[in-house]
Nanobody
Framework: QVQLVESGGGLVQAGGSLRLSCAAS????????IGWYRQAPGKQRELVAG???????NYADSVKGRFTISRDNAKNTMYLQMNSLKPEDTAVYYC???????WGQGTQVTVSS
């Protein structure tokens, strides 16, 4: 059974940083394309950052230069480092192996102004 468990969300002031983690069981991140998505109230879920099997990364324009996706294959964990956070980054963040249909439960990130 595949499980993805996020952690690291919370409340932070604008300009602050958070690091989200996503631990996997039942599947190996290193052999899959991975991604972080977010969904704000009243908005569609959007891709924030992705990493291919070959470690090529891509980012939404709104987070380029502020967010960094990474993974630690030894820990089977993926991360999203979020710096210079803005109120518009407020959303529920999900880790996913979208191509395989596996999603975490989501973690709330709230950025206060």
């Amino acid at each position: 059974q595949v499980q993805l468990v996020e952690s690291g969300g919370g409340l932070v002031q604008a300009g602050g940083s958070l690091r989200l983690s996503c631990a996997a069981s039942g599947i190996f991140f290193g052999l899959n394309a991975i991604g972080w998505y977010r969904q704000a109230p009243g908005k569609q879920r959007e891709l924030v950052a992705g990493m291919s099997r070959g470690d090529t990364t891509n980012y939404a324009d709104s987070v380029k230069g502020r967010f960094t996706i990474s993974r630690d294959n030894a820990k089977n964990t993926m991360y999203l480092q979020m710096n210079s956070l803005k109120p518009e980054d407020t959303a529920v963040y999900y880790c996913a192996l979208a191509g395989r249909g596996y999603w975490g439960q989501g973690t709330q990130v709230t950025v206060s102004s």
